[in-house]
């Protein structure tokens, strides 16, 4: 069974603060993580996704990534309260097998940036 | 307007009832998922399907079915075999099969048993 694990939460940071959400998995041969936000009572939305290790950018978002560890991680920097939500990692299926497309979820770290 | 609908927003079932959800994606992407969400818990995947007339169990597949008849839809029915079907159902699609792509989901359906 492929686990993907995110730290626990819930996860208070002040307005201004740079947030760090964390994630493992467990299929060494995973290669494509994701991670997306979700407001209560919404359906998740794309935030970032990284495919190769190192860093990736856009904007306010962070996305970091080493494979030999199993870990990625998203930094919000200058975090807003409208960043408040719970932020869900996705990792995909060993490429080896016959699961193209599958992504497991992690259960969620939800996120408070209070004023 | 581009995107992937799902309705019923708000769906009510009764014990031993079979009730079917819709999926639509305007988007032209190849591959379709459903996930169930429950509260506080990550996603699980019930089914996915890359290609048309093509779809394969996911992780909790029991008690529900699915058919893909049209590229653009995805319907899911939850059966009376489905003993716990309360749960928020998102719909999802990717644009391309049997690749790495990030998927994109639709505003969920929320099933509850009465």
């Known amino acids: 069974q492929k686990e993907v694990e995110q730290n626990s939460g819930p996860l208070s940071v002040p307005e201004g603060a740079i947030a760090s959400l964390n994630c493992t998995y467990s299929d060494r041969g995973s290669q494509s993580f994701f991670w997306y936000r979700q407001y209560s009572g919404k359906s998740p939305e794309l935030i970032m996704f990284?495919?190769?290790?190192g860093d990736k950018e856009d904007g306010r978002f962070t996305a970091q990534l080493n494979k030999a560890s199993q870990y990625v991680s998203l930094l919000i920097r200058d975090s807003q309260p409208s960043d408040s939500a719970t932020y869900l990692c996705?990792?995909?299926?060993?490429?080896?097998?016959?699961?193209?497309?599958?992504?497991?979820f992690g259960q969620g770290t939800i996120l408070t940036v209070h004023p | 307007d581009g995107g992937i609908t799902q309705s019923p927003k708000y769906l009510f079932r009764k014990e031993g009832q079979n009730v079917t959800l819709s999926c639509e994606q305007n988007l032209n992407h190849d591959a379709m998922y459903w996930y169930r969400q429950d509260p506080g818990q990550g996603l699980r995947l019930i089914y996915y399907s890359q290609i048309v007339n093509d779809f394969q169990k996911g992780d909790i597949a029991e008690g529900y079915s699915v058919s893909r008849e049209k590229k653009e839809s995805f319907p899911l029915t939850v059966t009376s075999a489905q003993k716990n079907p309360t749960a928020f159902y998102l719909c999802a699609s990717s644009p391309q099969a049997y690749s790495y792509n990030e998927q994109f989901f639709g505003p969920g359906t929320r099933l509850t048993v009465l």
């Open positions: 990284i495919y190769s290790n």
């Open positions: 996705a990792v995909d299926a060993d490429a080896g097998g016959t699961s193209y497309g599958k992504l497991t």
